[in-house]
């Protein structure tokens, strides 16, 4: 039972809910307060880590630089440099190496690479699945497994047979679950194509399940198909996208094309003959068998015109972003429902800055459905939400705006160094 209240006495209002305190979310985070939700504790740290960040006391000081003459990749924790010969971990207070490789030759430089982490509540075949390790592809189209911590080679796959060369690119369709390989737009030489020699075959799309790594099947994209203007394809989310060079953009469903055109499934180091050759799957010198061939037009999902081929989708309801297919609409971006094409209230997005490099565009990757559009100065975050009284209909709506001070300029960090907060480095 609740004691009442004494007579005459006014029980005080409710305190308005006011800024958190950064120590009382930390203790009510150790007392359990956030354990029902499994992303909440991960959010909460995020809020943590914004609020010292952006807070005006907060002093940041330089604890390591370093320069490179390659690409420098980084990847949860850790930084890659001179073609992933070399990797730094930057988790701790000042970047360390975890492992540094002997400089290799031309004919082994690595062209993409992916970050492969453990999968929970799975029994894999071997003790350094449940490591996380690096995909990466060679020049002379090899894949490779490697761990993420020394470098050693834990899984090798060749790729190439006689069908194709020249895979140079690696996605995920699933994040850690199915990985797409690619190669480079296959084109005739000049004297080819002044001899008459026709190519229809653009690329060819390898795609594997991870951990354990399986191949699941090889495709090509002919012209005879999808058409003459093709430009590139990629695949994302279980969808088929085929872009063309007139700002097309063409979706098609990847599940079902594997499901209807496959003409033999294969296993890696399976022996095989196929079209008259004998050979194990992934080794040396057969490679994977192109075991997907479309022979008709699939299903067309969805289609929209977008400038330089620039689309996306995501938020809830589902909606895409696209810029109109003119020269003079570059930097303007318009948010579509993808039931019916209709534009979102407030769904044109133009900062009209004045920039060397343009501003950007992109659903947020926690699935949030929030956009984050960033300009030279300006970092917009965005979100979806219903027009009042008009369930059918959904507005775009600034959450918060974050705007960078650029009056000290010699105090800016670039993105080849790592500053630190106090004793904490981020």
């Not at 010198?285 to 067309?300: A, E, Q, R, S, V």
């Amino acid at each position: 039972m609740c004691p009442q209240a004494a007579p005459g006495r006014v029980r005080a209002a409710p305190r308005a809910p006011g800024p958190h305190n950064v120590c009382r979310v930390l203790a009510r985070r150790a007392h359990g307060f956030y354990a029902r939700d499994a992303g909440v504790a991960h959010r909460k740290n995020l809020g943590l880590l914004r609020k010292i960040m952006c807070q005006e006391s907060t002093k940041f000081k330089n604890v390591w630089t370093t320069h490179s003459a390659s690409p420098i990749a980084y990847e949860r924790g850790r930084i890659y440099m001179d073609n992933y010969q070399c990797c730094i971990s930057s988790i701790a207070q000042a970047p360390r190496i975890l492992y540094q490789k002997s400089k290799c030759a031309k004919s082994e430089k690595i062209e993409d690479a992916l970050l492969l982490e453990c999968p929970l509540g799975e029994m894999l075949p071997s003790p350094s699945d449940y490591k996380a390790s690096l995909i990466v592809l060679t020049v002379q189209n090899w894949l490779l497994r490697l761990s993420a911590d020394s470098g050693e080679v834990l899984e090798k796959i060749y790729l190439a047979g006689s069908c194709c060369k020249s895979f140079r690119y690696l996605s995920w369709d699933t994040p850690q679950e199915v990985m797409v390989v690619k190669t480079i737009q296959n084109k005739l030489p000049a004297a080819a194509r002044q001899a008459g020699i026709q190519q229809s075959v653009l690329f060819y799309l390898a795609v594997f399940q991870v951990l354990p790594l399986s191949f699941i099947g090889m495709l090509e994209i002919n012209k005879k198909i999808f058409g003459n203007s093709v430009t590139d394809v990629a695949v994302s989310n279980g969808i088929l996208i085929v872009m063309y060079s007139v700002g097309l953009v063409r979706l098609y469903n990847f599940k079902a094309i594997l499901e209807q055109f496959m003409e033999q499934p294969f296993d890696l180091g399976q022996e095989f003959n196929w079209n008259g050759q004998v050979g194990v799957v992934g080794k040396y010198p057969f490679g994977l068998p192109c075991n997907i061939k479309i022979t008709d037009t699939p299903p067309l999902l969805f289609e929209a015109s977008s400038l330089e081929n620039a689309f996306q989708i995501g938020g809830y309801p589902w909606h895409y972003i696209i810029t109109p297919n003119k020269k003079k609409h570059k930097g303007v971006f318009h948010i579509c429902s993808l039931k019916d094409n209709t534009l979102a209230k407030n769904g044109i997005q133009d900062m009209k800055c004045c920039s060397l490099e343009p501003d950007w565009i992109y659903f947020h990757p926690d699935m949030s459905g929030r956009i984050i559009h960033v300009g030279p100065n300006l970092i917009k975050v965005l979100k979806l939400k219903e027009v009042k009284n008009r369930t059918d209909q959904m507005e775009i709506a600034e959450d918060f705006t974050i705007v960078a001070n650029r009056e000290n300029c010699e105090q800016h960090c670039y993105c080849n160094s790592f500053w630190s907060s106090g004793e904490k480095a981020f």
